[in-house]
């Protein structure tokens, strides 16, 4: 089993910055990648960001390119995912999540959720315009 727990949302004005932060515990096999998704209200799950547990390939969901940055500290079993020049439309529960597929093609990044077997509980960043 591997547990996650984010944290660090909150609510901020448009254009304000957050920094969330996903802590990991558990199994100690490393997941080939781990990813950030949200989901706002009446709206299907998104990705996010993602990254390569090896290699540290990434990979952004459009809508955030440019705005938002995931990075890791291994040496605290987190993970980071920084959102700045926040808009309204960025308002959602944000969850962290692992992925242990094992894929031909190492620096793969799933942007589907059903590829995500462990998920945190996720923490509500709202946006106010």
């Known amino acids: 089993q591997v547990h996650l727990v984010e944290s660090g949302g909150g609510l901020v004005q448009a254009g304000a910055s957050l920094r969330l932060s996903c802590v990991a515990s558990g199994r100690t096999l490393t997941p080939h990648s781990m990813g950030w998704f949200r989901q706002g209200a009446e709206k299907e799950r998104e990705f996010v960001a993602g990254f390569t547990l090896r290699g540290g390939f990434t990979r952004y969901g459009d809508s955030v390119k440019g705005r938002f940055t995931i990075s890791r500290d291994d040496a605290k079993n987190t993970m980071y995912l920084s959102l700045n020049s926040l808009k309204p439309a960025d308002t959602a529960v944000y969850y962290c999540?692992?992925?242990?597929?094992?894929?031909?093609?190492?620096?793969?990044?799933?942007?589907?959720?059903?590829?995500?077997?462990?998920w945190g509980q996720g923490t509500q960043v709202t946006v106010s315009s």
């Open positions: 999540a692992a992925d242990y597929t094992r894929y031909l093609n190492a620096d793969y990044i799933s942007p589907s959720q059903s590829a995500y077997e462990y």
